[in-house]
C-alpha cells in the first residue's frame, strides 16, 4: 500500500506537464497547424518561469505566490514564442514541421548562451521550496488524503482545473466549435465566414500557453525548480506529442494517457524503492527507456484507426478551392 | 530605370536563369543565411558590444585559416545532411539521423575494438559495419511507416533516445571499449583508423573524399536512376504515383534504410578518425546526450535544398561557421552557442525562403511585365504547392 501511495504521489506532479503540454498540442491541431515546436515552448516557459523565480526569490513572498507569478510569466513568454510558429505556419505557409524543428533547436543555446554568461554554468538554479508537505485539512481524509494531498506540488491543481476550462472552452463555446471546424475543413469554416487565420493564430498562441505552463511545471515538479540547457524537458515535449495522439486529439483521454506516460516513467524512476522490480536485477537503462518503448506501442497499436484532424499540416490559403 | 537598352535576347536568357529552381533555392538560401548571420551580430552585440565586429568577421572568415578543420567537421554533419536530405526528397522527415548515427557509431565502435582484422581491410569492415548499425535504425520507422502508418517524426524521436541509452548502457558495460575513470572510450587500435589525409594540425582524413563520393552517387541515383524517379514522384504526390503502380511501402522502408545508412556512415567517420595526437583517436563519452550532429544535419538538407550537390556546399559552410565560431570562442570569449542560435534562425528561415524567393521573384517581374517567358515560373509554385500537398496523407 505505502508503494502504491509513493508511486501515486510521485506521479501526479510528473502527468501534470505531461496533460497541459498534449492539451496545448490539441489546441493547436485541431485548428489546423502541426506543432512539433511543444519542446521548444516548453523550455521557453520553463526558462522564463525560472528566471523570474530566480529574480523574485529572497522577498518575503510566499513560494506557492512565487509558483503562481513564474507560471505566468512562463505562459506570457510560450505565447510569444509560439507566436513564431504560427507566423511562419498560418502567415508565411511554411512547411510546419522544420520551423516547427528550428524553434525547438534556438531554444537550448539560447539558454546555454545566457546561463553561461550570466551564471557560468548551464542553466538556473533556485532553492525555493515549492513541495506542499499537506494541505490543510484535506489530508486527514482516509485514503485519498495521502493520495491526493500530501507530499506533492500545487501544479497538480493547477492542472486540473487548466483541464476543466480547456474542456469547457473546447466542447461547449463557440470559439471551440470553430477551432475545431478550422482544423477539418478551413474552407467550409471560410466560406460561413470565420476567420481561419485568426482561428490557427488562436490555436497556437493557446498551446503556447498551455506549453509554457507545462514546461515551468515541469522544472517545478520534476527538476525542484532549476532548468538546464542541456537536458532540456528531456523529450517531454514529444512525448506529449505521443500523449495527444494516445488520446485521440480528445481532452479527456489525453488526461487518461498523461497518466498512464507519468506512471511508467514514475515506475521507471523507483525500481530501487521497490522490492519486486530491484530483485528482478534489470539493468536501471531498460527502466529509462520505457516511456519511450511504450510510446512506440502505443502509437503502433493506435495509428492504424487514429483519427488526425483532416487539414491538419495544410497551410490554408484562400485561394485554393 | 531603362532596362531595354540591353539587347532583348541576353535579358530573356537572364530572367530564364534567375528563375529556374536551382537559383531559387540558391537565392533562398542565401537570404536565409543572411538573415541568420544578421541575428548572430546582433546577439555578439549584446552580449559585448566593443569587440562585435571583429568577433563577427571572425566568425564569417575565421575558419578559412583552418581549412583542414573544416573538411574534417564537415564530413559528419555532409553524412546526417544526405540522410535527412535524401528522405526529404520522399516527402518523409528523418528526424532520426541522430539516433541512427549514435547506432552507426556504436556498430563502428565495436567492429574496431572486438574483431581482429588485417591493417588494409579493418577500418573498411568498421565502416561498413557503421552503415549496417544505421540501416537498422532507419529500417524501424520507415517499416512502422510503410505497413502501420505510424508518424515518421514521433517514432524516430523515440528512436533517437532510445538508441542512445542503449549505445551508452552497451559501452559502459563493455570492459574492452570503456575506460571506467576517464568516463570516455579507449583509442582505437591504428588498424580502424581511417587513414589520415596528413595535412598538419588537423584530422582530416579520407572519409571526406568518400562522403563526397557517396554525395555525387546520390545524386546520379536521385537523378538518372528508375527508382530515384519513382522516390521523387512518391515526394511529390504519393497518390498518383501509388495509381501509375509505384509500390508506396516498398520505397519507404527503402528510403529510410538509405537515409539510416548514410546516418550511420556518418557516426562511423567521425569516431573512426584518427586525432591529431600521434597514437589516439576520437573517443566518445557516455553521458545521455543525444548526438547533435544529427539535428545539424536538418540544417545541411535544408540549406542544400536537399539536393545531393547543394549538400556538399551546405556542410562545409555550416563546418566553415563552426570553425569560426570556436576561433571567435578563443579570441574574443563569446560562446560558441552563438553558432548554434544561427543555425536554428538560418532552418526557421528556410522553411518559409522559398515563398520570400518567390515572392521577390514576383516583384521581379511585374517590372517587366509582358517579355517574360511563364513557363518556368509556373513550374517553381506548382512545385513549392507540391511540398505543401505532399504533407496530407
Known sequence: ?321 | MRNSTFSPKLKSQASMLMKSKGMASLAAALLAIALGLIVGFFVMLIASPESAFNGFTTMLFGGLGRLGDVFYFATPILMTGLSVGFAFKMGLFNIGASGQYTFGMFFALYAGFMWELPPGIHWIVCILAGMVGGMLWGFIPGLLKATLNVHEVITSIMLNYIGMYLVDMFIINNAKMYVPNMTRTAYLPSSAQIPSLGVPNSNVNLSIILAIAIAIILFVVLNKTTFGYELKATGYNKHASKYAGMSDTKNTILTMIIAGGLSGLGGAFAILAPSAIAGSSMTYEPINVIAANGFNGIAVALLGSSNPIGIIFSALFISHLGRGGSLVSAFYGYKPEIIDIVIAVIIYFSAFAMLMSVAVGKLFRKRNRGEVVRGPNASLTNHVKGKNENKEA
Open chain 1, 1 to 321: 500500500m505505502d508503494t502504491i501511495i509513493y508511486l501515486i504521489q510521485n506521479m501526479l506532479p510528473v502527468a501534470t506537464p505531461l496533460l497541459l503540454v498534449a492539451l496545448g498540442g490539441m489546441f493547436s491541431e485541431r485548428s489546423g497547424v502541426v506543432n512539433i515546436a511543444l519542446e521548444g515552448i516548453m523550455l521557453f516557459g520553463a526558462f522564463f518561469g525560472c528566471l523570474t523565480v530566480y529574480f523574485i526569490d529572497g522577498t518575503t513572498l510566499n513560494p506557492q505566490i512565487i509558483l503562481v507569478i513564474g507560471m505566468l510569466i512562463a505562459a506570457l513568454a510560450g505565447i510569444l514564442y509560439s507566436m513564431l510558429l504560427s507566423f511562419a505556419a498560418v502567415n508565411m505557409k511554411a512547411d510546419q514541421t522544420i520551423s516547427g524543428t528550428a524553434l525547438n533547436m534556438f531554444i537550448p543555446a539560447v539558454i546555454l548562451l545566457f546561463c553561461k554568461m550570466k551564471f557560468n554554468s548551464d542553466g538556473i538554479t533556485n532553492h525555493v521550496k515549492f513541495f506542499v508537505k499537506e494541505v490543510p485539512g484535506l489530508s486527514k481524509i482516509p485514503i485519498l488524503g495521502p493520495l491526493f494531498f500530501e507530499k506533492t506540488y500545487i501544479t497538480v491543481y493547477i492542472g486540473i482545473v487548466l483541464l476543466v476550462i480547456s474542456i469547457i472552452i473546447f466542447y461547449k463555446t463557440r470559439f471551440g466549435l470553430r477551432l475545431r471546424a478550422c482544423g477539418e475543413h478551413p474552407h467550409a469554416a471560410d466560406s460561413v465566414g470565420i476567420n481561419v487565420y485568426l482561428m490557427r493564430h488562436s490555436g497556437v498562441a493557446i498551446s503556447g500557453f498551455l506549453g509554457g505552463i507545462g514546461g515551468f511545471f515541469y522544472s517545478v515538479g520534476i527538476m525542484d525548480g532549476n532548468v538546464n540547457g542541456h537536458t532540456g524537458v528531456a523529450g517531454f515535449g514529444f512525448l506529449a506529442l505521443a500523449v495527444m495522439i494516445f488520446g485521440q486529439w480528445k481532452p479527456l483521454q489525453i488526461f487518461f494517457a498523461a497518466l498512464f506516460f507519468a506512471f511508467l516513467r514514475t515506475l521507471a524512476y523507483s525500481v530501487a524503492l521497490i522490492p519486486f522490480l530491484s530483485s528482478l536485477n534489470i539493468d536501471q537503462t531498460f527502466y529509462k527507456m520505457l516511456p519511450y518503448v511504450a510510446t512506440m506501442l502505443v502509437l503502433i497499436f493506435t495509428s492504424k484507426k487514429s483519427r488526425a484532424p483532416k487539414a491538419e499540416g495544410i497551410p490554408y490559403d484562400k485561394s485554393k478551392r
